[in-house]
């Protein structure tokens, strides 16, 4: 069984970067792709960004400007890292996987991590 | 981006009764490519249905999904005690995904 588990620090000031790693196990971080995903409290859901496991990566043209994705397959583990963060980036980060099937990836996702809580705040 | 807007925001039901989950998109959304989730409190969304139709692994058949464009609709036949949660819907035909705003399903 896959399992995602978002790790990094709960607050962060204004101003900083914000860096998050998931990491896989129970399976494959190849032939997938990863995203990021967060829910402000009380809020919906906001698809920040995936990456492929080669490396190809795509953004939410919203906070492209401020997002990096990485992976480091070795470890299988993929990484965010959000600039110039404000109180408007507290919320529950989730890593989730998008469903892949005979190699044809479709962006709905099928297993994700547990969520961690990042609070912008000095 | 399409934008999905979810109705109700709330409905109140009592378990055994049949509820009906309104998603519509401001564009039509490509090929059907419609998912739903449930989220309970302080837990990560589940995929229930995908294709705006297709049940994801291990959902019971009471969760059923349905519609094409900009209009869907997942209904649930016979509300379990488990199923009180929040159901969102996303779309995935067009970059970036999106989903809607959410819909809560609270005991009456």
């Known amino acids: 069984q896959v399992q995602l588990q978002e790790s990094g620090p709960g607050l962060v000031k204004p101003s900083e970067t914000l860096s998050l790693t998931c990491t896989v196990s129970g399976g494959s971080i190849s032939s997938y792709y990863w995203s990021w995903i967060r829910q402000a409290p009380g809020k919906g859901l906001e698809w920040i960004g995936y990456?492929?496991?080669?490396?190809?990566?795509n953004y939410n043209p919203s906070l492209k400007s401020r997002v990096t994705i990485s992976v480091d397959t070795s470890e299988k583990q993929f990484s965010l890292k959000l600039s110039s963060v404000t109180a408007a980036d507290t919320a529950v980060y989730y890593c989730?996987?998008?469903?892949?099937?005979?190699?044809?990836?479709?962006?709905?996702?099928?297993?994700w991590g547990q969520g961690t809580l990042v609070t912008v705040s000095s | 981006e399409i934008v999905l807007t979810q109705s109700p925001g709330t409905l109140s039901l009592s378990p055994g009764e049949r509820a009906t989950l309104s998603c519509r998109a401001s564009?039509?959304?490509?090929?059907?490519?419609l998912a739903w989730y449930q989220q309970r409190p302080g837990q990560a969304p589940r995929l229930l249905i995908y294709g705006a139709s297709s049940r994801a692994t291990g959902i019971p058949d009471r969760f059923s999904g349905s519609g094409s464009g900009t209009d869907f609709t997942l209904t649930i036949s016979r509300l379990e005690p488990e199923d009180f949660a929040v159901y969102y819907c996303?779309?995935?035909?067009?970059?970036?995904?999106?989903f809607g705003g959410g819909t809560k399903v609270e005991i009456k």
């Open positions: 989730a996987r998008e469903h892949c099937t005979n190699g044809v990836c479709q962006s709905y996702f099928d297993y």
């Open positions: 996303q779309q995935y035909g067009s970059s970036p995904p999106t």
């Open positions: 564009q039509s959304v490509r090929s059907t490519y």
């Open positions: 990456i492929y496991y080669s490396g190809s990566t």
